[in-house]
T-cell receptor, first 112, second 110 residues
Framework: DTAVSQTPKYLVTQMGNDKSIKCEQN?????MYWYKQDSKKFLKIMFS???????INETVPNRFSPKSPDKAHLNLHINSLELGDSAVYFC???????????FGPGTRLTVL | GDSVTQMEGPVTLSEEAFLTINCTYT??????LFWYVQYPGEGLQLLLK?????DKGSNKGFEATYRKETTSFHLEKGSVQVSDSAVYFC?????????FGSGTKLNVKP
């Protein structure tokens, strides 16, 4: 069983389009995260939700909007995609304070 | 604010060589410390962790000791294998906020 899953694995799209990435975890965790990893492997946190409530919202353009329909899902919607949005996006979840994070396999987004 | 600093790569070693990847941190309170590994084309996987000072995390021959006096969590392995080639991330968790280092790429040659 996959603990943290993301769809799609690859996403190729044109500038200006709107796209969504879905994330689901079956670990029963309360907290979920979205990260962006650039071409140099630098990992930057974007958002964190705890029990469907936003608790971390780093400096991210408001074209990015997370949505958590329940605590097992955290989706990322991106409006008006730009070339600089090309990256690998990772979803992760954790059980509580000081706990380990478990990562999904990543979604490679390419904006043409 | 909290942060993690790790040595820049890439690190290139021959098989069976000794590995050290340095990691230091800045944090208020008592964070948990982690090493994650990312193999090519995959997500990050937990390699080991330590939750309090002087704890030693270990897994697959890798070890790291939580040193509060030097605010360090250096990763070591006595004898690396080609299959250890990957990117290694040091991280801390302080009240459910994670901070990652910039990653260190390890290349192990046969």
């Amino acid at each position: 069983d996959t603990a943290v899953s993301q769809t799609p694995k690859y996403l190729v799209t044109q500038m200006g389009n709107d796209k969504s990435i879905k994330c689901e975890q079956n670990l029963g965790h309360d907290t979920m995260y979205w990260y962006k990893q650039d071409s140099k492997k630098f990992l930057k946190i974007m958002f964190s939700y705890n029990n469907k409530e936003l608790i971390i919202n780093e400096t991210v353009p408001n074209r990015f909007s997370p949505k958590s329909p329940d605590k097992a899902h955290l989706n990322l919607h991106i409006n008006s995609l730009e070339l600089g949005d090309s990256a690998v996006y990772f979803c992760a979840s954790a059980g509580g304070f000081m706990d380990t994070q478990y990562f999904g396999p990543g979604t490679r987004l390419t904006v043409l | 604010g909290d942060s993690v600093t790790q040595m820049e790569g890439p690190v290139t070693l021959s098989e069976e060589a000794f590995l050290t990847i340095n990691c230091t941190y800045t944090a208020t309170g008592y964070p948990s410390l982690f090493w994650y590994v990312q193999y090519p084309g995959e997500g990050l996987q937990l390699l080991l962790k330590a939750t309090k000072a002087d704890d030693k995390g270990s897994n697959k021959g890798f070890e790291a000791t939580y040193r509060k006096e030097t605010t360090s969590f250096h990763l070591e392995k006595g004898s690396v294998q080609v299959s250890d080639s990957a990117v290694y991330f040091c991280a801390l968790n302080n009240f459910n906020k994670f901070y990652f280092g910039s990653g260190t790429k390890l290349n192990v040659k046969p």
